[in-house]
């Protein structure tokens, strides 16, 4: 099947840096778009960024100038480049990836486990 794994979160002061890693693996034939979602304690889930196979990428207000989402389709890896942190960015970060895993079948949309992001002020 399709696994996903997560990593590079961790803590960090405010004004850090962070590089998040999502690589994709196993049955794979083509991976459409790639994001990353979070989830702060007590609220919902919520885009943070995505990237299409074309490169093509969409950003939530939030984290627009600071965040840079990217991918290395060789790899099957996106990424996720933050700077700027602010104690508001602490969160689970979700890897997503919209994949097809044979020439005929649907796409599906597939989620890490999640990596833990701590901005302390």
């Known amino acids: 099947q399709v696994q996903l794994v997560e990593s590079g979160g961790g803590l960090v002061p405010a004004g850090g840096s962070l590089r998040l890693s999502c690589a994709a693996s196993g049955r794979i034939f083509s991976i459409n778009a790639m994001g990353w979602y979070r989830q702060a304690p007590g609220k919902q889930r919520e885009l943070v960024a995505t990237i299409i196979s074309a490169g093509s990428t969409n950003y939530a207000d939030s984290v627009k100038g600071r965040f840079t989402i990217s991918r290395d389709n060789a790899k099957n890896t996106v990424y996720l480049q933050m700077n700027s942190l602010k104690p508001e960015d602490t969160a689970v970060y979700y890897c997503?990836?919209?994949?097809?895993?044979?020439?005929?079948?649907?796409?599906?949309?597939?989620w890490g486990r999640g990596t833990q992001v701590t901005v302390s002020s």
């Open positions: 997503t990836c919209r994949i097809r895993t044979s020439v005929v079948g649907p796409e599906l949309d597939y």
